[in-house]
């Protein structure tokens, strides 16, 4: 599935924008800069495909990426802190919140978590609008280059028992690192066994 063509289609600012729901498709939701358009650019090796930088709030619309003729891949802007004004962030927010709750061919999200920080109170609310639209989500562990493996053990068992709570999570992790390359294989798997 990843070896074919991996192309931008187009970025959505509002739900009508959304193409056609004529094939399954996957999201990356997650805080402002964990890492959601690097680990898209890593999972399809094409580095500028989508637009990742170091300030939060880098993604201000739902982008879609054709994957082969199969499925979209969909970059969402981040939640929580963002450097743009503040009418500007309720709008993508609203945005991402209809879009999490209302599209019928969403099959899988996945919700990003910083390796360093584990999951937050945003991440929570989130969680709990996907368990009330009944949207199966899977957390993907980012960055874990950057922390030391006793650290992320904590980490770890902070994620695994927050989710137990969430009905709609799917139990089992996946430790990425866009920068080296850990996990993406098992994340392109993943995905390409949904349908
Ligand atoms: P928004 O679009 O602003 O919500 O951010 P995002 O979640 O798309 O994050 P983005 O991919 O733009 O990455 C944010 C910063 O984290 C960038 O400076 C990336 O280079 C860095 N980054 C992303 N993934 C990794 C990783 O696996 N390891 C390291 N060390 N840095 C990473
Ligand atoms: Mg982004």
């Known amino acids: 599935l990843f070896a074919g063509q991996t192309e931008f289609l187009k970025g959505v600012v509002a739900m009508s924008g959304l193409p056609d729901p004529d094939r399954p498709e996957v999201c990356f939701a997650g805080r402002s800069n964990v890492g959601k358009s690097s680990l898209i650019n890593a999972l399809?090796?094409?580095?500028?495909?989508?637009?990742a930088s170091n300030t939060p709030g880098r993604t201000q619309e739902i982008n879609y990426f054709e994957l082969g003729q199969s499925h979209y891949l969909v970059d969402l802007p981040?939640?929580?802190?963002?450097?743009?004004?503040?009418?500007v962030v309720e709008k993508w927010q609203r945005l991402l919140k209809q879009y999490l709750s209302g599209r019928q061919t969403l099959r899988r999200a996945f919700v990003l978590v910083d390796?360093?920080?584990?999951?937050k109170a945003v991440d929570e609310e989130i969680m709990t609008l996907l368990d009330k639209s009944a949207v199966t989500?899977?957390?993907?562990m980012t960055k874990t280059d950057k922390v030391k493996e006793k650290d992320r053990t904590k980490v770890l068992d902070q994620v695994r028992a927050k989710l137990s709570k969430h009905?709609?999570?799917?139990?089992?992790?996946v430790l990425?690192?866009?920068?080296?390359?850990q996990g993406i294989d098992v994340l392109r798997s993943i995905i390409a066994a949904i349908d």
């Open 78 to 87: 981040g939640y929580g802190f963002a450097n743009a004004p503040v009418a």
């Open 44 to 51: 399809t090796g094409r580095k500028g495909l989508a637009r």
């Open 137 to 140: 989500f899977q957390c993907v």
């Open 115 to 119: 390796s360093r920080h584990g999951i």
């Open 167 to 173: 009905p709609a999570a799917y139990p089992e992790l």
């Open 176 to 181: 990425t690192s866009s920068e080296k390359g």
